[in-house]
Nanobody
Framework: QVQLVESGGGLVQAGGSLRLSCAASGRTFTRSGMGWFRQAPGTEREFVAA????????YYADSAKGRFTISRDNAKNTVYLQMNNLKFEDTAVYYC???????????????WGQGTQVTVSS
């Protein structure tokens, strides 16, 4: 069992930066692949970034490449999403999730946080 709590969302101007954090509890966190997803109103949840359990492999959506960086600190049971050069279209609720195997597919993830709102003003 893994419990996830996101933080770090907020309102930022276009071109600005935010760092999201996802604090995890549960003894299986360090063996879990972790992902970030987002969902804007009226749209489906979409993949943003993922990282394997040891942190050696990362994966990004095309929209995130070059601007977002996913990382994890297993000693702190935390995964991060550094978001730079934010755009209006990045506005969404961002969720972190844990899975047995790293994946781009939301259905592969067993545990989800409650989400944190990111709003980018143009």
């Amino acid at each position: 069992q893994v419990q996830l709590v996101e933080s770090g969302g907020g309102l930022v101007q276009a071109g600005g930066s935010l760092r999201l954090s996802c604090a995890a509890s549960g003894r299986t966190f360090t063996r879990s692949g972790m992902g970030w997803f987002r969902q804007a109103p009226g749209t489906e949840r979409e993949f943003v970034a993922a990282i394997n359990w040891i942190g050696g492999s990362t994966y990004y959506a095309d929209s995130a490449k070059g601007r977002f960086t996913i990382s994890r600190d297993n000693a702190k049971n935390t995964v991060y999403l550094q978001m730079n050069n934010l755009k209006f279209e990045d506005t969404a609720v961002y969720y972190c999730a844990a899975a047995r195997r790293t994946s781009r597919a939301p259905e592969a993830y067993d545990y989800w946080g409650q989400g944190t709102q990111v709003t980018v003003s143009s």
